[in-house]
């Protein structure tokens, strides 16, 4: 990667106990913050933003009542998603937030869906050269109405193996192959497992 690099940032309405939790760890980071070596608080965080599509394949194990038991099933199908796409930059670590539009087409229409899809993902580069940088990464995700169902909401983890251009001093393309396993809004006790890839251009905004 070049003179810049990633990190990231992530807002939003809690549940009171998650309030709570959140002003604890506010308390520890500052804590932290303050226990650094002056260095280490003078890194600078790059600021990109951008879009993203993605697309992929999608399995989803569920249950459902049939008469009087439960019966458990399965559903195959395809995924699409856009959105928006948040990096922050320090060194070679990069925090990456997407708010994406995301909509799963199944075998089965009683477990397809459109939705929402948050996802917040932790990278490490690996420089090849100065304009190329391989970058896995772990991260969650939370899936949440509106939909076109009434969706309970779902949540897991992702795991990501991705490539990075920096083809403009301020410009990076990213392309990722990603997977996630989690929860499903539709059906009793439903998981889904998804896999595919994720293209993302971004464009440096400023540091912090």
């Known amino acids: 990667m070049n003179k810049g690099t990633i990190a990231l940032r992530h807002t939003g309405r809690k549940r009171p106990r998650f309030f709570i939790a959140g002003i604890r760890a506010a308390i520890i980071t500052a804590v932290m913050a303050g226990a650094m070596p002056v260095s280490a608080q003078q890194e600078l965080f790059f600021t990109y933003i951008g879009a993203t599509l993605g697309g992929g394949a999608a399995s989803i194990d569920y249950s459902e009542w049939v008469v009087d038991h439960r019966e458990s099933k399965s559903a195959t199908g395809t995924w699409f998603s856009g ?99 989690g929860s499903y809004g539709l059906g009793e006790d439903a998981n889904i497992i998804s896999y595919g890839v994720n293209l993302g251009v971004v464009y440096k905004i400023g540091r912090l």
């Open 83 to 181: 959105g928006l796409l948040l990096d922050v930059v320090v060194r070679d670590i990069m925090g990456e937030f997407s708010l994406q539009v995301v909509n799963t087409g199944a075998s089965e229409d009683a477990v397809s869906s459109f939705r929402l899809l948050y996802s917040i993902t932790g990278k490490y580069a690996f420089r090849l050269n100065e304009s190329f940088f391989l970058s896995p990464g772990l991260g969650l995700y939370l899936e949440t109405g509106p939909s076109d169902k009434d969706y309970d909401g779902g949540a897991g983890l992702a795991a990501t193996a991705g490539l990075g251009w920096m083809f403009f001093r301020d410009w990076i393309l990213l392309f990722d192959i990603i997977g996630r396993y």
